[in-house]
Nanobody, 120 residues
């Protein structure tokens, strides 16, 4: 059974830090394109950062220089280190995994999300 489980969300003051984790099971994690998305109330789900199977990274302009995405293939886990948090970072954060299936294309899996609230 494919499963992604996020953890590490919570309430933090502006300027603070959090580290999110996404633990994967039931997929070939090392082959997957992994990503973090976020969705604020009343808004669409947007890409925050992604990391390829060979550790190439990509970030949304709004988080560049503040967030760092990483992965540990030995632990089947992806991370998002979030520093200098702002109230605009408040959202539910989701992890996703795109698993290549050869000639059958790609399957995408989603976690259940973890709430991040930045407020004083």
């Amino acid at each position: 059974q494919e499963q992604l489980v996020e953890s590490g969300g919570g309430l933090v003051q502006p300027g603070g830090s959090l580290r999110l984790s996404c633990a994967a099971s039931g997929i070939i994690f090392s082959r997957c394109l992994m990503a973090w998305y976020r969705q604020a109330p009343g808004k669409q789900r947007d890409l925050v950062a992604s990391i390829t199977s060979d550790f190439g990274t990509n970030y949304a302009d709004s988080v560049k220089g503040r967030f760092t995405i990483s992965r540990d293939n030995a632990k089947n886990t992806m991370y998002l280190q979030m520093n200098s948090l702002k109230p605009d970072d408040t959202a539910v954060y989701y992890c996703s995994a795109d698993e290549p299936m050869g000639r059958y294309g790609t399957l995408t899996y989603w976690g259940q999300g973890t709430q991040v609230t930045v407020s004083s």
